[in-house]
């Protein structure tokens, strides 16, 4: 998927969840600039992250992705 769709996704769902940036950093346990960078779709979202996003928003990582199963 392409960073930008999946930056778009990512912050979407963060919104919906209530979340703000900063919450949803500290939540994962890394900072704000990387969750922005990540955001904005400058920075690879590595599988450890991903996943850790997914757990923290209560989705699953296909759904985040947008894959149908």
């Not at 994962?28 to 979202?45: D, F, P, Y």
């Amino acid at each position: 998927m392409e960073n930008l769709q999946l930056a778009a996704r990512i912050r979407a769902f963060r919104k919906l969840k209530g979340y703000t940036q900063q919450e949803l950093a500290s939540k994962m346990g890394i900072s704000l600039a990387v969750l922005g960078e990540i955001e904005r779709g400058n920075r690879h979202v590595e599988d450890q992250i991903l996943s850790k996003i997914a757990g923290v928003l209560d989705i699953s990582i296909s759904e985040l992705m947008n894959i149908s199963s």
